[in-house]
């Protein structure tokens, strides 16, 4: 996808200004709910008017409020899957899957035919949404955008009304059909694991700003920004001081840190990831003692809130660690310290 976004609009009690320039396959907007994710995506489509900026789409400009550019959803041939799919309630499959055709009429019934086959919905033609499961009105959903042979299709929340068994297969075979798919994709969602599963590169958006944009697996293993870190479901961070180059005093948890990256004047905070922070018998660079002042359970994990001597009041780690049965007794077997790894430490501003 070569796709430029800088656009503004603004609402009462809301500012979005969103900017990002992408030149990959599957890009993602990641953010909490009111955040702005799907009124951006309704911009690009052109199903809102941004007050100001620009959009362009593989070359081509939508949308540009200087020179008075603002095409018709329908002349930017992009593909929507709305977020709550938006079939129409009275209408059939057959009908439903009709209504996204761009072709000559002659070729209609042939295409919808087609299609129903593509994805897989023969015998199910005349059937209501109403009288569909979840998956089935998921793909007349799909098969309604793609028979109108988009160029790049968005994704709003495919998945955030779904359950979580539900919620993997479907996962599992938009997976299979974006392999398919020779076009772009742009999707928002507010999962993290969606965000990582689905897209190469990502824009963290918050209370309609861009934070930050780039190589989502990039962002996720040095955000750069406080604010991206936390975004992108990082637990632990602590205020800094700078004793050289590759070494901080971590204020909040009261520890000297070796760090591998080099640490900028500029730089305010580090973090870790729970799940990076590794058990120690040992005590030692970048290691602090363990005490456990509260403990989570989760379906597969345990997570510790990790309480040590030298933290400040309100500061804790979260330690994570994989179950190996259910049977197991999360407080036998605990280590003396946790080290956090130089290489897992992030900088942040």
Same mark, same amino acid.
């Given at each position: 996808m070569a796709i430029t976004v800088d656009i503004e609009k603004n *609402? $009462? &009690? *809301?500012? #979005? $200004?969103?900017? *990002?320039d992408s030149n990959t396959s599957s890009t993602g907007i990641l953010g909490a709910s009111g955040s702005g994710k799907s009124m951006t995506l309704r911009c690009i489509a052109g199903i809102e008017k941004p007050d100001r900026g620009r959009i362009i789409i593989n070359g081509r400009t939508v949308f540009d409020s200087e020179i008075k550019i603002n095409l018709k959803p329908q002349e930017r041939r992009i593909g929507y899957l709305f977020? +709550?799919?938006?079939? *129409? %309630?009275?209408?059939?499959? $057959?009908d439903n899957i009709g209504c996204g055709f761009r072709g000559a009429k002659a070729d209609r019934e042939s295409a /919808?035919? &087609?299609? /129903?086959?593509?994805?897989? #919905?023969?015998?199910?033609? +005349?059937? #209501? %949404?109403?009288q569909l499961s979840g998956g089935q009105q998921q793909r007349v959903a799909l098969a309604r955008m793609m028979i109108g042979e988009p160029e790049a299709i968005l994704l709003d929340e495919p998945f955030s009304a779904l359950d979580g068994y539900l919620k993997d297969i479907l996962q599992k075979d938009m997976q299979e059909f974006l392999s398919q798919y020779k076009g772009d994709m742009l999707m928002v969602t507010h999962s993290r694991d969606e965000a990582f599963r689905f897209c190469r590169e990502l824009m963290l958006l918050k209370e309609g700003k861009t934070l930050t944009f780039g190589n989502t697996r990039q962002l996720f293993e040095q955000p750069g920004l406080l604010e991206a870190a936390r975004l992108t479901g990082c637990k632990n961070n602590s205020r800094i001081e700078r004793m050289g180059d590759h070494e901080v005093f971590a204020l909040d948890w009261g520890v000297s840190l070796r760090t591998l990256q080099k640490v900028e004047k500029d730089m305010t905070h580090i973090a870790i990831r729970g799940h990076w922070i590794q058990p120690s018998e040992q005590n030692g660079e970048n290691c602090v003692a363990f005490e456990a002042a509260e403990y989570v359970e989760t379906t597969f994990e345990h997570q510790y809130l990790v309480k040590s001597p030298g933290m400040e009041e309100n500061a804790v780690l979260w330690w994570m660690r994989p179950k190996h049965d259910f049977r197991e007794k999360p407080m036998e077997n605990l280590p003396a310290y946790l080290y956090l790894p130089p290489e897992h430490l992030m900088l942040l501003r």
């Open positions: *609402f $009462k &009690d *809301f500012h #979005l $200004k969103a900017s *990002f977020q +709550n799919y938006a079939l *129409f %309630p009275t209408m059939s499959v $057959k /919808i035919s &087609d299609y /129903i086959e593509r994805y897989h #919905l023969e015998g199910l033609e +005349n059937r #209501l %949404p109403s």
